[in-house]
């Protein structure tokens, strides 16, 4: 092992593995974890060519044989918890997505979800056992997080009891849709519903789309890849144009809405029973923010461990890059968040394991807060993360951009989680929605619950904006509480200005629409101070579910990092607010300084504990023992380019060069 | 044509010819350029698939074939001004880097700049007609922005009147220049030079490396490509081992220093001769990224024009996206900052080639604050440019993610502007150690010129923190001669809080590196607001010379938008530093929303006025016709995964799964 990188594993105050156990929820999850690790790294059949040196057909090969294969091994094992099942799958793909993510995670959980109890007879067995491999595809061309735009029709034919389906525009072919290109051989299509001469608006179908026998495309399906992304390499998103498809009127998915045989159509009893699936995901995408972000901050901070650059002191060695300021600022408070979204990731699946519950129950008072809230989250967890992969990435300098690091790869995988399952700025819209309506019950008088209660307190306060000197200042910056309570405050304030402008506007303009447009921005801000608010709180109070004390102080330093750093980032708003005075914040930046030395010393220790093996991190610069430069020239020697010594192009065009000049 | 973007092109209120004219430099230069474009375009020579359906070994292949080609066109043409090149080069290779860059951008100027007359008649002419074939070998595996760290050691041998090259380490490999993986047969090589038992520090030998009959490695020479990247896919960028490899005396560059036969070393008489390349680079890369940041504009701007999505008035047909407040907030800030580092370019380059006359001429007086402000306009920018084209992508929503986008391609040839020819944290930190130097000279009472020049004056006010109500507010939102000047007291005021910062910690410590790197967020934050103001300043200065009126006001919307969203984004400084007041601020982003909806009518236009050709700009979304879907179900079929109905992957794993299940 690397001697600079040991040194700092021994310098650490606090046991690893302890702090590992809390980030996996108790001793006996990190065991069965490696466990399932362990099951798939020493697995021969997920063996394979570094994926850096295969071609686009080549990647999607191999991830169809590993997804085969681990179906198989899933079976084997009797592993069917979803948890179980998620960590088997990432470690499979190395985090990666794969060709069969929508039949697993869309296209089975809609049959159970959807169908009757004759559709899931004729269904799901056939795709349990990927006789029928599924998709699910919404997303048209020229519509996205907007669904009520899509255009694809279904038009019931009562003669022969089927369904018509069609694209009939090039705006309404299906595009994005992973495994719809190559894998899939049927997708549940979502159509506007056309029977007895009216629009009922969109509704789910199962539409065979390949032979099952063949795989060749049917007759009146166009399907296909849509091409390379910036990433996805192994995932076959596809486009799907239907021409005058007919599927037998059971494929309509029938559970809630129905066509009967005449046609006449049976609206569903609410419109909200689909929304879960939408709100499960956008949770798990918090957690996935953390994942993403703290794989980034293992390799840079491993990587500015072992590295030495540049002189601090004249005539000395070279310093570890992690001794530098500047490396710590841009390093320590990613680290830092990269906790708070973890832990922020735990409390939303918590949250909406016990709402679903109630649910279930009939009782839907915590929808609106939940739906509100894994909107806005996932909108500003993936919006620093994806930012926060990159500042990693070039903390590592030139070598961060070579494919070995890992970097890009982890960015390009994770970078797509701001613009899909909703477009990040029109959940932070969403949210605010909510805020705003809430601000006015409280205005009301209403008493409110939940993440937004501090809205009634502001009633009571009728914050207003003051000049700097004229209040007393109550913000402790060494406090984690009373930072919290600062966050609220800003939060309150800036939903505040957004309500406030909204009314102004709508008194200057008829139309509510405009008044909206024209307040995005001070909503947006709004949500995202809220959002902000929720992750500081959530730190804070994770903290005291702590009991080792050397852990408890490592994990309180990177709260307070995280809270006070988030203060610097946004220094306007809290001055603007009257929340911190102008020398106050010259002490936050001084404290966050502090904070920085502090984190130091354990800083390998901390990204130890998210615990990502070699095999899975799959990272040059990364690497637990720290041989970054060694591991980095075997690697090289393996690319494509260096199979011959000569590369064909010189025979081609540089010789012949030569001598026509 | 598309009928929205039509109908944009029409509601312009300029001609965007006339404004074309000013970015090119005149109506002559945007001719020559265009005839310049259209030799490369018509050209059959330089058709070739798209590169994005290509593996990296036949994209590298593409580009060294279109290198060579272009080799003889541009002899043929008699095409010998830099910057005519330069546009050639751009247009063949559409903005990517290729294998050649380094042979025509470093090898070929640094035989010209520091080989004897002897040495330029032995390797000059064979370089030129491309039986040489060199790369410039500085980088090492362990060493990057610090060359001094470099280790690979050239050894003078007067037995045999040779150099003895070594890579003595892992950690001396060379790593990353351009073009030394395959294609190059010599490098000029940075090494410690050591004779009569002395090290003399760095110096420059050119170093066989290749057969220049076979193109094979030579004995002692572990050369190869260092595998794939974030981007630079054509390029092979390379490693390069040197075990005991011999080469003449007379290969070490001896123009400056010398090593007589018998082992006695002579001193250059300057160090700064190698400067100036370094700084003509930095310069040149401002001027690239608004290069790169325009071209994302231009893609996310037609395509919002384009785009319809979601409804602000129900009922209503979907708007373009580009009428959403939160879209115009993304892109059109950007689209001003373009702008910017458009003009911010231009300047560099006048100023560089001003100074180095003066230079030839013996006056070195103003090389300093060219080099501060080159290394610091170059992080600058980049940092703000590569933010931005990720902002430019995510704006397009999932398209932006497909390569078909070009975003993908144009984020990760720009990403390592920000790491390479310095880091720039680094680079933040030489600029800064300039301002503090210049700050202490204007304390000492030194009258200092140029862009610091502002240091005097902060001198003279004794720039205090004052509580906000305290000072009388003379910032006028409106007027951009004010906004300059509030950009410049923000700089005096952080310059001033660094270098006090700097003492204090003088005062604390022994240590001038500790107490210097214990500063070191305070010294970034000093630079980045001096570039900050030197750019907002420029973008003003450049409306005095825009004569035509209606370009003159599209214009300066745009410099006061620069100028006030800049506020905003650092709006703590701005009120930290009590140049603002907190209703001031809130006019100013009132301000900046009136701002977007004046630049709104014009946004396709300003783009309109890059003038970069389809061919160039390679984008289905960015299209000057704004036929996006059309294009992009066009591009999509040609995708590799598309050359077989069926993928053989099915027949390989999903089809026996099917059994097994």
């Known amino acids: 092992m690397n001697a600079d990188i040991r040194r700092e594993r021994e310098n650490a105050s606090f046991k690893t593995e302890v702090l590992t156990h809390i980030l996996d929820g108790g001793p006996e999850k990190t065991k069965r974890r490696r466990e399932i690790e362990n099951l798939v790294i020493n697995d021969p059949g997920f063996q394979h060519e570094d994926l850096n040196f295969l071609s686009r057909s080549e990647r999607y090969d191999a991830a169809v044989k590993k997804s085969a294969w681990m179906i198989l091994k899933l079976r084997e094992y009797g592993i069917s918890d979803p948890e179980e099942i998620f960590f088997y799958k990432s470690f499979v793909h190395r985090g990666r997505p794969e060709p069969l993510d929508l039949h697993l995670g869309m296209f089975l959980p809609t049959l159970l979800n959807q169908a009757t109890p004759e559709q899931q007879d004729a269904f799901f067995m056939p795709a349990w056992n990927l006789k029928i491999i599924g998709t699910y595809a919404q997303t048209e061309m020229g519509h996205g997080t907007h669904i009520r735009g899509l255009e694809t029709t279904a038009t019931y034919d009562p003669s022969t009891q089927e369904f018509v389906l069609n694209s009939p525009t090039v705006t309404s072919i299906k595009w994005w849709p992973g495994g719809l290109g190559k894998t899939s051989n049927h997708a549940v299509v979502l159509a506007q519903l056309y029977t007895q001469g009216n629009c009922h608006g969109l509704h789910a179908f199962i539409v065979p789309i390949r032979c099952m026998t063949t795989h060749k495309p049917l007759p009146g399906v166009v399907v296909g890849d849509i091409g390379p992304k910036f990433g996805f390499d192994e995932v076959d998103n596809g486009f799907l144009k239907l021409e005058n498809v007919r599927i037998p009127r059971e494929n309509m998915l029938m559970k809630y809405a129905k066509v009967e045989p005449d046609g006449t159509y049976k609206k569903p009893p609410s419109d909200k029973l689909t929304y879960s699936t939408m709100v499960f995901i956008r949770s798990m995408i918090v957690g996935e923010s953390a994942r993403s972000l703290s794989k980034a901050c293992m390799i840079a901070i491993r990587y500015s461990a072992v590295r030495h650059q540049s002189e601090l002191r004249a005539g000395e060695p070279e310093p570890q890059i992690l001794d530098y300021q500047t490396q710590q600022y841009k390093l320590f408070p990613l680290l830092a968040a990269a906790y708070a979204f973890h832990f922020m990731g735990q409390y939303m699946i918590q949250m909406y394991h016990r709402i679903s519950g109630d649910i279930s129950q009939g009782d839907f008072s915590e929808m609106s807060e939940l739906h ?290």
């Open 372 to 661: 509100a809230l894994s909107a806005g989250l996932k909108a500003f967890t993936t919006w620093v993360a994806t930012e926060g992969i990159e500042v990693c990435r070039m903390a590592c300098g030139g070598h961060g951009y070579s494919r070995c690091s890992r970097l890009p790869d982890i960015y390009v995988t994770f970078a797509p989680t701001c613009t899909y399952e909703g477009e990040n700025t029109v959940m932070m819209l969403q949210t605010a929605r909510y805020l705003v309506k809430s601000y006015s019950q409280a205005s009301a008088g209403q008493k409110l619950s939940g993440m937004v209660s501090y809205l009634n307190e502001s009633q009571q306060h009728h914050l207003q904006a003051q000049p700097v000197t004229a209040r007393s200042t109550v913000v402790n910056i060494n406090d984690l509480t009373s930072l919290v309570e600062a966050y609220k405050l800003r939060a309150a304030k800036l939903v505040e200005l957004a309500a406030k402008n909204l009314q102004h506007e709508l008194q200057l303009k008829a139309s509510k629409e405009d008044a909206w447009n024209n307040t995005s921005i001070e909503l947006v801000r709004a949500s995202d101070a809220h959002c902000h608010y929720v992750v500081v709180k959530t730190f804070a109070a994770k903290l005291t579910e702590v009991h080792d004390a050397a852990v408890h102080l490592a994990l309180s330093t990177l709260a307070l990092l995280y809270a006070l750093h988030g203060m610097t980032e946004n220094s306007g708003d809290f001055l603007q607010a009257g929340l911190l005075t102008v020398p106050q914040l010259s002490q936050v930046s001084q404290r966050v300084k502090e904070l920085l030395s502090q984190v130091r010393p354990n800083a390998v220790a901390l990204v130890d504990a998210f615990d990502y093996r070699d095999e899975i991190l799959d990272s040059a610069l990364g690497r637990y023992d720290g041989n970054v430069y060694e591991s980095m020239f075997e690697w090289a020697q393996k690319s494509p380019l260096n199979q011959t010594e000569v590369h064909e192009s010189y025979h081609k065009y540089l010789k012949p060069l030569q001598s026509k000049l």
